[in-house]
Each structure stands twice: as structure tokens, then as C-alpha cells.
């Protein structure tokens, strides 16, 4: 059923005798259902558990990454060679693909490759503006409580 009529049931059932006249309850039942819900929206929830789908806008490092040069790239008596073909013997490859690997990249908030990152992005609940397929409606994924204010800050 309803909050009032729940409580208004409440009140009814209390008296232990079968009522005909409900007397003042519809109305005291009103007001108490107005003043929880009244109650209810002016407290803050925090949110306890959450998983939620995440969209990565950015990620930037503060240093630079190293690259390691492949095997395939020689020198030969200052003259720069690559296996994909030759070089010109002030060093500079003329094919200059292939010839510099960059590992996999290994990031962390700090001291990983390329020193610090930085990610950038936004955490979504409900509707998914990502891959609307996937979706963020597992209950048992999600809580959202009223915490005593008190007992929060002191954690």
C-alpha cells in the first residue's frame, strides 16, 4: 500500500478492536506521512557501495615515455641501416617506420613509466551515454544509505 495508509492501518490495529470510525487517523496519518517525507528529502545520502561504468576521456603523463630501438635497426660504420631499407649517412632513417618499439605502456598515478598520470573521465549511473548496451542496474551493486553525519566524520 501507501506510507499514509500504512500508518493509518498502524493506528487502527493498535486499539486491538475492529474501528468503523476512523476518527482523526486519515488526517494524523497524512500529516506524519508529509513530515517523513519532509524529513527525507532535506537529509543527505551517501552513497556506501557503488559500481559504475566509467569513461576514460583522457590520460596524460607528466614526462616523457622511452622507446627501445629494434634489433632490425644497425649501424655500420656511421651509416645508419634499418632492415627495411637504407639510411643516408648523416643518420637520419629515411623509412621511418618500424625501426623504434615503445613497450607496453605501464601507467600509474605516480612514479610510472612516463612519471605521473593523469586520467581524466566521468562515472556514470542509470542510462550509459557510452555503450548504451551495457548497463548499470544491478541493486545488489548499488547502495545508497542515510548515514549519521556524526558517526561518518569520525571514520
Not at 91 to 109: D, H, T
Request: hydrophobic share 30%; glycine share 8%; net charge negative.
Amino acid at each position: 500500500m501507501g506510507l499514509k495508509t500504512d500508518i493509518e492501518n498502524a493506528f487502527i490495529e493498535s486499539l486491538g478492536v475492529n474501528v468503523e470510525d476512523k476518527g482523526n487517523y486519515p488526517e494524523l496519518a497524512q500529516k506524519l506521512t508529509d513530515a517523513i517525507i519532509d524529513f527525507l528529502q532535506v537529509q543527505k545520502f551517501t552513497i556506501t557501495q557503488m559500481k559504475s561504468i566509467l569513461e576514460v576521456e583522457s590520460i596524460t603523463t607528466t614526462g616523457d615515455l622511452s622507446a627501445d630501438i629494434k634489433s632490425s635497426v644497425k649501424v655500420n660504420k656511421g651509416i645508419l641501416t634499418t632492415s627495411g631499407g637504407p639510411t643516408t649517412s648523416d643518420g637520419v632513417i629515411s623509412n621511418k617506420s618500424n625501426g623504434i618499439k615503445i613497450p607496453k605502456l605501464k601507467l600509474k598515478k605516480s612514479k610510472g613509466q612516463g612519471s605521473s598520470m593523469t586520467a581524466i573521465g566521468h562515472a556514470y549511473i542509470g542510462d550509459n551515454p557510452v555503450d548504451p548496451s551495457e548497463r548499470n542496474d544491478t541493486e545488489e551493486e548499488n547502495i545508497v544509505q542515510l548515514v549519521n553525519i556524526d558517526q561518518a566524520s569520525k571514520k
